[in-house]
Nanobody, 120 residues
Framework: QVQMVESGGGLVQPGGSLRLSCAASGSILRINDMGWYRQAPGKERELVAV???????NYADSVKDRFTISRDNAKNTVYLQMNSLKPEDTAVYYCNAQIISRSYSAINRWGKGTLVTVSS
């Protein structure tokens, strides 16, 4: 079994910052890409940022220069530092990981989501 557990969401004022964390645990041999997605009310889930196992990154245009994705491979954890938050960043944020299990199965695992609300 492989699980992803997110933390760090909450209520923040416009212009503020939050840091999301997501830790993978279980029968893990290796984690390839890790990423963050978000889904706002009434909208489809969209990619926020992705980071490869060698720490190459890619961002949605809407968050470039404000959000930073990083990972700690020793802890199987991915982070999302969010600065200069805007009301339109309000959404449920989901982490995702492409995992190779110890039984050599390829697993696409999602976290349950953490709510980020940007409001004054």
């Amino acid at each position: 079994q492989v699980q992803m557990v997110e933390s760090g969401g909450g209520l923040v004022q416009p212009g503020g910052s939050l840091r999301l964390s997501c830790a993978a645990s279980g029968s893990i041999l290796r984690i390839n890409d890790m990423g963050w997605y978000r889904q706002a009310p009434g909208k489809e889930r969209e990619l926020v940022a992705v980071i490869t196992s060698s720490s190459n990154t890619n961002y949605a245009d809407s968050v470039k220069d404000r959000f930073t994705i990083s990972r700690d491979n020793a802890k199987n954890t991915v982070y999302l530092q969010m600065n200069s938050l805007k009301p339109e960043d309000t959404a449920v944020y989901y982490c995702n990981a492409q995992i190779i299990s110890r039984s050599y199965s390829a697993i696409n695992r999602w976290g349950k989501g953490t709510l980020v609300t940007v409001s004054s």
